[in-house]
């Protein structure tokens, strides 16, 4: 493999020892089995969950590296670890939702679906992500965006995940948050449903954040991903609790029940960034009923209030938060998700810090780096780090490699 790196080397070969894992004792690894479709393995812990997929495409670059992440602020004795990052898994395919798309896209194909429909909000990730993985595999996408009511009728223009969506050809259509909450998501994907059924499309329809039961597979499969990688280092590293961020619930539903069946143990802390933690302890009870997990959403994971002033809307103080973070150690969080769920995480440690000294956390980034294009005004203030160059008139020419004029 000319031009790679040793440790890249590594991470490839982790890859491809966790994707023949997942695969049955019938299946055939493969050097290049991206896009392939692979028979499903549960842990040995999740066996008796119900139902099992029975299939998975790969679309997913994993295992997503963990590295210490020198975050500012942190209690006495406290180490934080980031899953950083799962906005590696493939850059256009990038965050969580592509795990769960592995799961619902086999779904879609073994049903023979030609096409898609998922919705989200105007700068949605999972959206973006569907409709990526659908041109994959030769299948149309349609995405009902949530959008202000001024903005319903207009062109959505191209900032962000919109430029991707609408590159890779997606049919985005336009809803306004007044009409979505009148409406509701399952009625407005079961309209469109209809109405491309009745044009003879075979249309598969994936809920917000591609969060139901089959989807909650990929945050299973994520704990599975996270132990093996653990046991592969030499310093008994252990994580005391796992922290992420939570959208629409199927992440947090998959990655505490793993980290409860299996071997992590962790307590998962979940930072809300819409609705509240009694919406979603409710909604993640449906998904755990819904795989016949015999759990308490509340006994696996505690879920933190981080909406701030709404979903995708960020305070000043979150934005510069998520700036200082860049700044310091690197770590480009999105506005939306991980940004909202650092920023809490790092306020209940200023409230509380007894509380985690000495602990040792895993942070999981869930991506949406593309979300950041559409707070470009609303940041703008904080980029003050540019000047004009000052070159003296008497410093002598020289020529570099390639003039570039």
Not at 198 to 223: F, Q
């Amino acid at each position: 493999m000319r031009g790679v790196s040793t440790l890249s080397r590594v991470t490839l070969e982790l890859g491809r020892s966790t994707r023949r894992r997942r695969m049955s004792a019938t299946s055939v690894p493969s050097m290049a089995d991206f896009l392939s479709k692979n028979s499903y393995s549960p842990p040995s812990w999740a066996s008796h969950l119900r139902p099992i997929p029975s299939h998975t495409f790969s679309l997913a670059q994993v295992p997503t590296p963990i590295h210490r992440w020198n975050l500012p602020g942190l209690p006495n004795g406290t180490e934080l670890w980031i899953k950083q990052r799962d906005d590696f898994t493939g850059m256009e395919l990038s965050g969580n939702k592509v795990r769960k798309l592995e799961f619902l896209m086999a779904e879609a194909v073994d049903q023979q679906a030609d096409t898609v429909i998922t919705m989200g909000g105007i700068q949605s990730n999972h959206c973006r992500a569907t409709a990526v993985a659908s041109n994959y595999l030769n299948l149309n996408t349609h995405l009902i965006l949530r959008t202000s009511k001024l903005l319903a009728d207009e062109d959505p223009g191209l900032i962000g995940n919109l430029l991707v969506e609408r590159l890779v050809g997606a049919n985005v259509h336009l809803i306004s948050k007044e009409e979505y909450s009148s409406i509701g998501s399952v009625a407005l994907t079961n309209a469109l449903k209809e109405k491309l059924e009745k044009e003879g499309k075979k249309p598969y329809v994936i809920p917000v954040g591609g969060s139901n039961s089959l989807g909650t597979w990929g945050y299973i499969e994520a704990a599975r991903e996270i132990e093996e990688q653990l046991k592969s280092r030499n310093d008994g590293l252990k994580f005391d609790d796992i922290v992420v961020a939570c959208g629409s619930g199927g992440t947090i539903a998959g990655i505490s029940l793993g980290s409860w069946l299996g071997a992590l143990k962790a307590k998962v802390h979940a930072f809300s960034v819409c609705d509240n933690p009694d919406y979603f302890y409710d909604f993640v009870q449906g998904l755990l009923d819904g795989l016949q997990a015999g759990v308490k959403a509340r006994d696996i994971v505690s879920i933190h209030n981080a909406k701030g002033k709404g979903y995708a809307m960020n305070t000043s103080e979150e934005l510069k938060f998520v700036k200082e973070v860049a700044n310091s150690t690197g770590v480009i969080l999105d506005p939306v998700y991980s940004g909202k769920a650092a920023y809490g995480l790092i306020n209940e440690m200023t409230k509380d810090p007894k509380n985690w000294e000495g602990k040792k956390i895993l942070f999981i980034h869930t991506g949406g780096l593309l979300g950041l294009y559409d707070k470009v005004d609303e940041m703008a203030s904080l980029m003050g780090n540019w000047c004009r160059m000052d070159v003296e008139e008497s410093v002598p020419r020289k020529d570099g490699v390639g003039k570039m004029f």
